[in-house]
T-cell receptor
Framework: DAGVIQSPRHEVTEMGQEVTLRCKPI?????LFWYRQTMMRGLELLIY????????DSGMPEDRFSAKMPNASFSTLKIQPSEPRDSAVYFC????????????????FGPGTRLLVL | AQSVAQPEDQVNVAEGNPLTVKCTYS??????LFWYVQYPNRGLQFLLK??????LVKGSYGFEAEFNKSQTSFHLKKPSALVSDSALYFC????????????FGKGTKLSVKP
């Protein structure tokens, strides 16, 4: 298995531009998580999905952030408009969940997208 | 409220010496506890977990952790540190009533010197 795939790996954009981050979870995993990591705030959970349905989006900073999961193999995190304070590393993770068998509790992380907003 | 604390921002160890990275938790009921490691410019990798059973849990790369219910701790240990163990280590606890949803500590940077 290729693991969790994220793209792009690096993104540099200017303030006000729209940014779209992409994630492909491990095949068969029921849960998908989006995290943000900064030096100041550490690792923050933004939102997570179960079977493509958003379960908890209380960590999404504000309305400029949105996330979708149109199918079991793809999710996006969009920032519109972007601001310099959004600069961070964004991680996607997935976990099998109860219906898929296997280890329900272990999260598998992608390599992250390093975002810099100028 | 559920939480996990890593009291040390950084731990420095000489290669070959034993290492300990500390973690304490606050959760009602039986906790599910995890350790993850993050190498530079990489995502987090699962090391080990405690769900139930033996209090001493063995994981990847020679790491182990001991669950101590009375002290509400889950310290990560390794008998002999390697320079390649240098990384950021995260302790996490599963959020009660929320399958798969983990609460992460702030992380501890481990530095192993030759």
């Amino acid at each position: 298995d290729a693991g969790v795939i994220q793209s792009p790996r690096h993104e540099v954009t200017e303030m006000g531009q729209e940014v779209t981050l992409r994630c492909k979870p491990i095949s068969g995993h029921d849960y998908l998580f989006w995290y943000r990591q900064t030096m100041m705030r550490g690792l923050e959970l933004l939102i997570y999905f179960n079977n493509n349905v958003p379960i908890d989006d209380s960590g999404m900073p504000e309305d400029r952030f949105s996330a979708k999961m149109p199918n079991a193999s793809f999710s996006t995190l969009k920032i519109q408009p972007s601001e310099p304070r959004d600069s961070a590393v964004y991680f996607c993770a997935s976990t099998p969940g109860g219906t898929s068998g296997g280890d329900m509790e272990t999260q598998y992380f992608g390599p992250g997208t390093r975002l810099l907003v100028l | 409220a559920q939480s996990v604390a890593q009291p040390e921002d950084q731990v420095n160890v000489a290669e070959g010496n034993p290492l300990t990275v500390k973690c304490t938790y606050s959760v009602s009921g039986n906790p599910y506890l995890f350790w993850y490691v993050q190498y530079p410019n990489r995502g987090l990798q699962f090391l080990l977990k405690y769900i139930t059973g033996d209090n001493l849990v063995k994981g990847s790369y020679g790491f182990e952790a001991e669950f101590n219910k009375s002290q509400t701790s889950f310290h990560l240990k390794k008998p002999s540190a390697l320079v390649s163990d240098s990384a950021l280590y995260f302790c996490a606890v599963r959020k009660i009533g929320s399958q798969g949803n983990l609460i992460f500590g702030k992380g501890t940077k481990l530095s192993v010197k030759p």
